[in-house]
């Protein structure tokens, strides 16, 4: 129990200096807010897993395994929960044009399974905990994705489909490192995009 409440408080430190950045960065321009949070979220990830034995013991390495079976998972997954979540769950905050794909499909993705993957999960990895690590990080990642939509129905779908992903990209991570896991998240917020932008076309906003 005390690996658990040792690794809330890890996660906890990383995200809270980084909801206060993208706080205060949302003052001056709320779709930059995104963009500090992240980029924090991944630099205090970063200096965490070095100070605590270094990118290698937290699985912060780059590996070509399960790249392809993450990504095809992850798009077809994601395809799936994106095609029946309704056409409003798409959060206004986010940048527009090349920003909003830089946004999420690299930073995000690569600054996300740093915090929920890498350090909460890897953390929790290394002293012999493998479901729970997996289901704990996939609980974490999933409840912050609740602040960027409004309405109980619209955050019940967004809750449930990003916690079934973060399982998959908790387990694909166990076996293979954050490479996969990065590509698994990367792939399946290319999905959400994907429908966003046929949706788009046939005239839903």
């Known amino acids: ?14 995200f809270v200096p980084s909801s206060v950045i993208a706080s205060i960065s949302a003052r001056k321009s709320p779709k930059r807010a995104g963009f500090m949070m992240q980029l924090t979220m991944l630099l205090l990830s970063l200096t965490a897993m070095k100070l605590l034995g270094g990118f290698e013991r937290f699985g912060f390495v780059w590996s070509d395994a399960y790249i392809g079976q993450a990504f095809v998972l992850g798009f077809a997954i994601s395809l799936v929960l994106n095609l029946f979540a309704p056409s409003e ?24 399974e740093a915090l929920n993957r890498g350090l909460l999960e890897g953390y929790l990895l290394n002293h012999g905990h493998f479901w729970g690590a997996i289901t704990f ?64 076309s046939r005239g839903y906003k």
């Open 89 to 112: 769950t798409t959060p206004g905050f986010l940048p527009e044009g090349a920003r909003k794909f830089f946004l999420l499909l690299l930073l995000a993705p690569l600054s996300e």
């Open 1 to 14: 129990m005390i690996d658990f409440v040792l690794a809330l408080l890890l996660w906890l430190a990383v």
């Open 137 to 200: 990080s996939a609980t974490l990642f999933a409840l912050p994705h609740l602040m960027a939509f409004d309405g109980p129905g619209e955050r019940a779908i967004v809750l449930s489909g990003a916690f079934v992903l973060g399982l998959l990209a908790g387990y694909i991570f166990a076996l293979g490192g954050i490479a996969p896991a990065f590509v698994l998240h990367s792939s399946a917020n290319l999905a959400g995009l994907a429908v966003l932008k046929f949706r788009e």
